[in-house]
């Protein structure tokens, strides 16, 4: 039904700068919140940013003013991430969460690899 699809994954110095993007193919409602999430070896998934159809967004305490999230259109959010830090190291995932009648549905992409080493 949703079918969500990451692009940007690196290998970064500490310091660097990416850009993950994510588009979403299938049925798309207006009212799609969409963002990502993050897992790292041996920890729990964890938000990095969401973005609403409207354009508010909420962000992990570990990434304020360092990343930034948008939305071009209900199809595609993206993540500029500076300043990276070893510690951002994880598989990074694309959810789009869709409510009906109060309850949530999340989507899921596969996940793009970000490193940061040196």
């Known amino acids: 039904q949703v079918r969500l699809v990451e692009s940007g994954g690196d290998l970064v110095q500490p310091g660097g700068s990416l850009r993950l993007s994510c588009a979403a193919s299938?049925?798309?409602?207006?009212?799609?919140?969409m963002g990502w999430y993050r897992q790292a070896p041996g920890k729990q998934r964890e938000l990095v940013a969401t973005i609403t159809s409207g354009g508010s967004t909420d962000y992990g305490d570990s990434v304020q003013g360092r990343f930034t999230i948008s939305r071009d259109n209900v199809r595609k959010v993206y993540l500029q991430m500076n300043g990276l830090k070893p510690e951002d190291t994880a598989t990074y995932y694309c959810?789009?969460?869709?409510?009906?009648?109060?309850?949530?549905?999340?989507?899921w992409g596969q996940g793009t690899q970000v490193t940061v080493s040196s």
């Open positions: 299938g049925v798309i409602v207006s009212g799609d919140t």
């Open positions: 959810i789009l969460r869709r409510w009906t009648m109060g309850r949530s549905s999340d989507y």
